[in-house]
């Protein structure tokens, strides 16, 4: 059996190496690998669909990709999004980029995270600049501009996006390209990473009074996150979405049995409503907790990114509901817990939705795959939809 058009580009872009290099600023050993290959690979295949296309370099290996489609005055700018890098292939149990068709899957690192939704956005792009080329000739259809956009740095917090460009193009909507199961996901919370640290005092072991125990401080510190995560951080609601959360990551402190600990640091990921803004609450919970626990803690943030909630009756909700009875199968929009790229476009203004083919059950696992029914579904569901959105 043949593989469709979107297995057989997925394969090709499983095949390129696009592990994230790290965070930006972060040094790299030569020749590791980053999302510039991806990125040359795409530019030429979206050149070559008749697509002007620009890199936004970063740093020297690291750009953003946009391209867009020869532009049409007076017609809705749609824009796909979907991240350039992967995380990394330590512990995976399959070859990570030797794609393999088996069983109606595709394996390999990225195959739903996110290269699969990316190759049914460059397949239904595809379709749809054909469309457009012959929108005036074919009563059915509307004209539509079309931007592709590939980010990078993204699995390390949603950090690439914040410097993407795109003012001068104005997309009127945003479909981001993650795996959600074909599930329009029209919201998601906003996440905040930081370590809060203490300080004491070393003394030896045999004469604790000597010393100031660090672990002991931030057992009274660790206390007083649970409390806020317990009252503070469920006053807030926003409606389909389940209370801010925080959860206690990592604990170092201490060298040694014998020697009384002088610091003690944990790193916190909080996740929050989208109508909760990162900045102001980690002021809130640091004056918070302070106060409540009385120890001098230090706080230094590590990540943050926004989150987003489209409203239920914008254009391009509507246009994947219609997409939806159009084509029979129509999916319920929801909202999830983990953080994309949607939560800049969303802070920007822009309508945005999530979707894509795959599981964020498969995402970053030892055994990445996708379904390739999902895939070559999702192909169709993204043309029905943007074509839903031309006519609105
Ligand atoms: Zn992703």
Redesign the pocket.
Known sequence: MHPSPAAALLAELVRIDSRSPGRLGDPRSDGAPTEEALARFLSAHLEQLGMTVELQWLEPGRPHLVARSPQIPGAPTLAFEA?LDTVGVEGMTIPPFTPELRGGRLYGRGAC??KGPMAAMLVALEKLLHDTQHATRNAGRSPLNLLFIGCCA?ETGCEGVKHLKINGLRPDAVIVG?PTENRPVIGHKAHLWFELSVRGKAAHGSHPEAGDNAIYRMADVIASLRRFAGTRLLEASHPGFTPATLSVGTIRGGTKVNIVPDSCAVLVDVRLLPQQTPAAMLEELAAWVRADSGQPVEITWKAMAPGFASRADSALVRAFAAAGDARGARMPPGVVNYC?DAGSFGEAGYDTVVFGPGSILQ?HAAEEYIELAQLDAAVQILMETARQYARC
């Open positions: 991240h995270d996110t993204e993650e994309t995402a």
